[in-house]
T-cell receptor, first 110, second 111 residues
Framework: RKEVEQDPGPFNVPEGATVAFNCTYSNSASQSFFWYRQDCRKEPKLLMS???SGNEDGRFTAQLNRASQYISLLIRDSKLSDSATYLC???????????FGAGTRLTVKP | DVKVTQSSRYLVKRTGEKVFLECVQDMDHENMFWYRQDPGLGLRLIYFSYDVKMKEKGDIPEGYSVSREKKERFSLILESASTNQTSMYLC??????????FGPGTRLTVT
């Protein structure tokens, strides 16, 4: 079983739609969680951290469910520019050991 | 603006060649990382370094070595390139575990 699992997609949604991705992790000792965004042929960039109480950044909402060992990312009012691959990242011990999911690909269509 | 640069965007090498991939960061970060990214597998850590001359193996260090002689520079070395090392190689740096800054990547093809 992979340490971090994501549905690879692709998710194809129209502009303005709401879309959600889940990510599951296998190690219950995981300490911190992140979503990274990777545009086609580009490097990954941090989108947002995921806090225990859930957090929002504009149209993006991230949530953590420790009991079920998953994190989620919700995107409201999708824009064409949201088209990218979204990587779920889990940090085991708040150290440099970051575990990346394989990513979920999102395409937002006009 | 933070910057991580990698020496090449695209590289084609022959089996058995020694390959050097260079990474430079200008953020004075202690931590630097080398990953490879393959379809369906995500990013896998090859090596990381938390200080000059210090290195730690990641998940897939076999066939690779690294060098960190200066804080800003972290090199990945393929001692004898093989076709299964064809991949996208990404370098990253960080001050804290919370955010890693990635370079643009080097797409290496070994023929």
């Amino acid at each position: 079983r992979k340490e971090v699992e994501q549905d690879p997609g692709p998710f194809n949604v129209p502009e303005g739609a709401t879309v959600a991705f889940n990510c599951t992790y296998s190690n219950s000792a995981s300490q911190s969680f992140f979503w990274y965004r990777q545009d086609c042929r580009k490097e990954p960039k941090l989108l947002m951290s995921v806090y225990s109480s859930g957090n929002e950044d504009g149209r993006f909402t991230a949530q953590l469910n420790r009991a079920s060992q998953y994190i989620s990312l919700l995107i409201r009012d999708s824009k064409l520019s949201d088209s990218a691959t979204y990587l779920c990242v889990v940090n085991l011990y708040n150290n440099n050991d970051m575990r990346f999911g394989a990513g979920t690909r999102l395409t937002v269509k006009p | 603006d933070v910057k991580v640069t990698q020496s090449s965007r695209y590289l084609v090498k022959r089996t058995g060649e020694k390959v050097f991939l260079e990474c430079v960061q200008d953020m004075d970060h202690e931590n630097m990382f080398w990953y490879r990214q393959d379809p369906g597998l995500g990013l896998r850590l090859i090596y990381f370094s938390y200080d000059v001359k210090m290195k730690e193996k990641g998940d897939i260090p076999e066939g690779y070595s690294v060098s960190r002689e200066k804080k800003e520079r972290f090199s990945l070395i393929l001692e004898s390139a093989s076709t299964n090392q064809t991949s996208m190689y990404l370098c990253a740096s960080s001050a804290l575990p919370r955010e890693q800054y990635f370079g643009p990547g080097t797409r290496l093809t070994v023929t």
